[in-house]
């Protein structure tokens, strides 16, 4: 059964007639949706753990990170930084404690919705060296655009945050979306496939490996 992952299916052929529409408006027209107490409560504990571990040093953003597999391997990989795994569920990120224990010592793994620790990051004036969402999930179906990171309000606080920006997903449309969004601010973005056999850093690219799918990423420098 693992290895029988399904290929996405969308009723888009490409990228969607309203992106640019859609994209546009929400570059222009901030985000002002007030915070909830949970964003500003998780903020809190990613500030305090950064000022404890040093502010000064580099970093990291893992955003949706599930059960931590690409945040470990993130951190590991760059011990000089500061690595942030934030995903909205408990019992994923309890699991990531028992899995990978123990944890780098950079590395937080931080109970937060993504939309508001974004928006909360820009405010405090946080700038990143590196910005990850591994999460492939695109919301396939034509109408569920505006549910897609690119396609919602807090788009401009993901072009906020700046540094190095990798999207990875198995459906190429929707990196191709990305890619698209990206231009309207003036950013110039890759898509490759990832090289055949290559150790996967989630869960998702190891499922989709074991089933025979391309998986695909985006990089950006903003």
Wanted: proline share 6%.
């Amino acid at each position: 059964m693992y290895a029988n992952s399904r290929a996405v299916q969308s009723n888009q052929e490409g990228v969607h007639t309203d992106l640019e529409k859609v994209v546009v408006r929400h570059l222009a027209n901030p985000w002002q949706a007030p915070f909830a107490d949970h964003d500003r409560e998780a903020f809190a504990q990613a500030s305090q753990w950064r000022a404890k571990q040093g502010s000064e040093r580099p970093l990291m953003l893992d955003s949706g990170c599930g059960t931590g597999r690409s945040s470990v391997h993130l951190a590991r990989a760059n011990p000089q930084a500061l690595v942030i795994g934030a995903d909205q569920s408990a019992d994923r990120l309890t699991k990531a404690q028992r899995r990978f224990a123990p944890l780098p010592d950079n590395l937080l793994l931080l109970r937060s919705d993504c939309a508001g620790l974004w928006r909360l990051m820009v405010e405090a004036g946080w700038q990143l060296a590196r910005h990850q969402i591994l999460y492939p999930n695109p919301w396939p179906k034509s109408a569920h655009l505006k549910r897609r990171w690119h396609g919602h309000p807090v788009w401009p606080a993901v072009l906020a945050l700046g540094g190095e920006l990798e999207l990875r997903s198995n459906w190429p449309i929707y990196l191709q979306e990305v890619q698209a969004a990206l231009a309207l601010s003036g950013h110039v973005a890759s898509i490759e496939a990832l090289p055949e056999g290559q150790e996967p850093v989630t869960d998702f690219e190891e499922k989709y490996q074991a089933s025979g799918q391309v998986n695909w990423r985006l990089l950006v420098e903003l």
